[in-house]
C-alpha cells in the first residue's frame, strides 16, 4: 500500500517536470530572436570591438559605406598633414619638426621669427605688391585661405614684428583690411580711421612702419561707399552742426574734394567713387610731402600709391603711384592729373591698366 503511493508521488512528480519543461521551451522559443533581430546586436559588437580598438591604439575609424573616408585615420598622420599645410603656406618661416606637439620654448620660437624676418626683408617691393594682389584674387574669387597662424607661429610673434605692408585705411566695418588682402598674423601693419585720413597720429604711425619696421609697400586706401567722404561732401552748415572734432575732420576732407570738380560727375555710382579717389590721391601726396619717406620711395626700398576698394566685388585697384619724382613741398599746388597704375612695376611684367587685375592665386 505504501509502495503505491509512493509510485503515484513520482509519477505526479515526472508529470509536473515535464510540464514545466515544455512551458520553458515554448516561452524559450517564443523569445528566441529573428536574424533581423540580431542584425542590430552584431553591429553594436562590432561597433564597441572597434571603439575599443581605436583607444587602444590611438586612432579614428571611420565608416566606408557612412562617410566615404578611409577606415581608419591615424592622429599622427592628421597632425602631421596640417603641419605640412602650415610649412607650405608660410614659406617664410618653417615649422621644426617638435611643433607639432607641445612645449617648444622661447629660445624656439625666436630663432624662427628670426628666419621669417630675414625672409620678408628679402622680398622686393614689387614681389610684396604681387602677394597682396594675389591675396586680394583669393578673397573676391572666394579661394581665400585664411591663414591663421599655429600656436607655435603665433608664440614666435611675441618678439617682434616684420610687416611688409603698411596700409591707412577707413574705419568702417565692412573694410576689414586682412581679409580682403588673404593676409595673416603679423603681415600688415593697419591704421584705420575714418576717411582713411592723415593726422598727427596717423602720419605717425606710418612714419614708425617705414623707418623702424622697415615695410616694402606704404598705401592708403579708400571704399566704395565711404560715410566719411559723403559727409564732407555736405553743406558747410550741416558740417558745422557735427561734434567739434568730428567737424574739423570733414572739414579737412572738404578742402581736398573742393580741388576736384565733382559736381560735373553725373552717374552716382561713379560720382561716389571719383570723390573717394580724389580723397585718397590727397592723402598720398601729403605722405610725398615728407622728405624721410620720400627718401625711401626714391632709394627702391618703398612703394607708394593709393587703391580703392569695392565692396560690392571685393576687388582692390591700385593707382595713383609715387614713384620718386612727386616729391612735393608744402606750397606746391595739388595736381588733379590722371595717375597712372601700378601693375607694370609687378614680378609678371606686361602693360595692365589700373582696374585690370590678372587671375593669378
Partial sequence: METGRNVAAVACLVAAGVGLGGALVFVGLNMRPTRESRRPRREQRDVAESDSDDESIGTRRFSRSRRGLPQQV??????????????????????????MGVGFSMEQARNMADAGQAVAMNRSPAEVLALLQKGNVRFW??????PEKSAFERRALISKQFPSTAILSCSDSRVPVEIVFDQGLGDMFV???????LDTTTTA???YAVHHLKVKLLIVMGHEGCGAVKAAQLPIDAINEEPETLGRLLKGMRKG???????RVQDVKAADREA??????AQVESLARDKGIMAKVQGGELMMFGAFYEISSGIVDFFHEVSGTESMEAEDEISRAPSRGVLSLCPWGGSMQPGETKLEV
Avoid at 141 to 146: D, M, P, W
Fill in 74 to 99: 591615424s592622429e599622427r598622420s592628421l597632425r602631421r598633414e596640417v603641419s605640412e599645410w602650415s610649412v607650405q603656406r608660410h614659406a617664410s618661416s618653417e615649422l621644426p619638426e617638435h611643433a
Fill in 141 to 146: 574669387t572666394g579661394q581665400a585661405s585664411r
Fill in 191 to 197: 591704421v584705420r580711421v575714418a576717411g582713411n585720413c
Fill in 205 to 207: 604711425s606710418l612714419q
Fill in 257 to 263: 574734394l573742393d580741388a576736384a570738380d565733382l559736381a
Fill in 276 to 281: 573717394v579717389t580724389t580723397n585718397v590721391k
